[in-house]
């Protein structure tokens, strides 16, 4: 049986890499709740307003064809993704409640069906507190701002074979400096609802873990729901009968031990 599975966590603590494998392994759809927030800062943020009545009407076609839109989403934020203009507005556009709502409101619609991973700062609190999985990925700021420059670092190796490089020639001293106070940034804007993730969810710190490990432990997670939830009936009958024979005749279980 499909659920949904809900897992949110501070800048950079693995979300985005932990729930792809995921949603690939258990062949379960993701979304990410961040990338409606940049969507909306590349669609919906003209002349420095917020075109709210556009989201509305947005809200309403992505309601009639959510596949589609989701891809479209996608392919959007991948074109966009390193664009620091759309990052400052998306983080405008998630402080404006009602636009909170909105996304919410789709993502609650759309995973209706289960079979959800869904990513984001509220997706245990906010948007699916009723999913059967609720996670928090967690690390140690050093272990995460160490992962985040060797991100940029790969990438940028990449680009400079390409001879594409976007970094205009900062050091890595510079590079560690940036990473830092965008990641402190992101926890300070964040801080409450991790704080209440972490009442709801189960948490995962992930600083000494690689990402097959974090993967197999969630997929015990998952595969422990699942066997409970299926055999629970199987289990009470088995202890019920189980109960009655011992008590009715005296039995030698596997002639390990006997009960009289
Ligand atoms: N357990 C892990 N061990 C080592 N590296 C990891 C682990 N988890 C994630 N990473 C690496 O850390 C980097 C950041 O991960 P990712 O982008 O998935 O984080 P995120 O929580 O989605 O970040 P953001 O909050 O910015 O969306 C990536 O390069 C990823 O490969
Ligand atoms: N559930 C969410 C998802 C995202 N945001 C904000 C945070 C950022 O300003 C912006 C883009 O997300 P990021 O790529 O930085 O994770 O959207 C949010 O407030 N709540």
């Not at 700021?141 to 420059?149: A, L, Q, S």
């Not at 299926?230 to 024979?245: A, E, K, Q, R």
């Amino acid at each position: 049986m499909k659920i949904n599975i809900a897992i949110n966590g501070p800048a950079s603590s693995g979300k985005t890499t932990i729930g792809k494998k995921l949603s690939e392994k258990l062949e379960y759809q993701l979304i990410d709740s961040s990338v409606f927030y940049r969507y909306f800062a590349k669609k919906f943020y003209l002349n420095n307003i917020i075109q709210i009545n556009e989201i509305y009407l947005f809200k309403d076609e992505m309601l009639n064809n959510p596949f589609y839109h989701l891809k479209e989403i996608e392919h959007v934020n991948t074109q966009f993704y390193q664009d620091l203009t759309i990052s400052q507005r998306a983080s405008e556009i998630a402080k404006v409640q009602e636009i909170r709502s909105i996304i919410n409101e789709i993502i609650q619609i759309i995973t209706k069906k289960k079979g959800f991973v869904v990513l984001g700062r509220d997706a245990t609190t906010k948007i699916l507190p009723d999913a059967k999985i609720k996670l928090v990925l967690d690390a140690e700021i050093e272990t995460r701002v160490c992962r985040r420059v060797k991100q940029i670092l790969d990438v940028e190796r990449e680009a400079k074979i390409q001879q594409s490089s976007q970094l205009n020639n900062l050091t890595e001293l510079e590079i560690i400096g940036k990473v830092l106070s965008d990641i402190l940034k992101r926890d300070f804007d964040a801080y409450e609802l991790i704080l209440e993730a972490k009442k709801v969810a189960t948490i995962i710190n992930t600083s000494n873990l690689s990402i097959e490990q974090v993967l197999a432990k969630i997929l015990r997670h998952v595969y422990w729901y699942n066997f409970s939830n299926d055999n629970l009936l199987h289990v009470i009958i088995f202890m019920i009968i189980f109960f009655i024979l011992i008590r009715s005749q005296p039995i030698k279980l596997f002639g390990l031990f006997k009960i009289e």
